[in-house]
Antibody, heavy 120, light 110 residues
Framework: QVQLQESGPGLVKPSESLTLTCTVFGGSFSGHCWSWIRQPPGGGLEWIGYIGFLGTSNVNPSLKSRVTVSEDTSKNQLSLKLSSVTAADTAVYYC??????????????WGQGTMVTVSS | QSALTQPPSASGSPGQSVTISCTGTTNDISIYNYVSWYQQHPGKAPKLIIYEVRKRPSGVPDRFSGSKSGNTASLTVSGLQAEDEADYYCSSYAGTENLVFGGGTKLTVL
């Protein structure tokens, strides 16, 4: 049974960079894609980006200049780097596995999420 | 890409049916059959309940059904139960491997 677990710093200062890691337990990277999604307190879901087979990736155009998604298949991990953070980046960040090698067909397995607060 | 539009709230009594709409544009819902729906209970991660407009993942009750007409997708919950009270989000493929979500609908079981 595949499980995802996000980890990160919890608190980040404005203008700094944020790096989150998602570890995949009980499964492999092949045959699926891996997305990052965030949810501000009391707000809705926002798709951040994904990485898929052979490292193909894409990022939400609204975040493209600040986001990098990557993977380390040897560790069964994917990473999200968000630069120049502001208070608007305060959110619960989720990683999720897509049903297929692209995110279009639904995100079928989600991690429990990790809360990130941007504050000085 | 713009967020999809959902009503902020919906409600129904146990046993009734409720339909939640999700309106997109000519760049997403209307041209792609890749609409998904997610259920989220407070403090929990979202759960996929519908994908590719009308398909249900294994284990999702057939009380949940999806459909699409033009640029609007719909989720219908039949035979409402207390545990269906949750937030529901739609999402759609928006081309070039981009996804867009709706703002969410809070479903209350009266």
């Amino acid at each position: 049974q595949v499980q995802l677990q996000e980890s990160g710093p919890g608190l980040v200062k404005p203008s700094e960079s944020l790096t989150l890691t998602c570890t995949v337990f009980g499964g492999s990277f092949s045959g699926h894609c891996w997305s990052w999604i965030r949810q501000p307190p009391g707000g809705g879901l926002e798709w951040i980006g994904y990485i898929g087979f052979l490292g193909t990736s894409n990022v939400n155009p609204s975040l493209k200049s600040r986001v990098t998604v990557s993977e380390d298949t040897s560790k069964n991990q994917l990473s999200l780097k968000l630069s120049s953070v502001t208070a608007a980046d305060t959110a619960v960040y989720y990683c999720a596995r897509g049903k297929i090698e692209a995110p279009r067909s639904g995100l079928e397995i989600w991690g429990q999420g990790t809360m990130v607060t941007v504050s000085s | 890409q713009s967020a999809l539009t959902q009503p902020p709230s919906a409600s129904g009594s146990p046993g009734q049916s409720v339909t939640i709409s999700c309106t997109g544009t000519t760049n997403d819902i209307s041209i792609y059959n890749y609409v998904s729906w997610y259920q989220q209970h407070p403090g929990k991660a979202p759960k996929l309940i519908i994908y590719e407009v009308r398909k249900r993942p294994s284990g999702v009750p057939d009380r949940f059904s999806g459909s699409k007409s033009g640029n609007t997708a719909s989720l219908t919950v039949s035979g409402l139960q207390a545990e269906d009270e949750a937030d529901y989000y739609c999402s759609s493929y928006a081309g070039t491997e981009n996804l867009v979500f709706g703002g969410g609908t809070k479903l209350t079981v009266l």
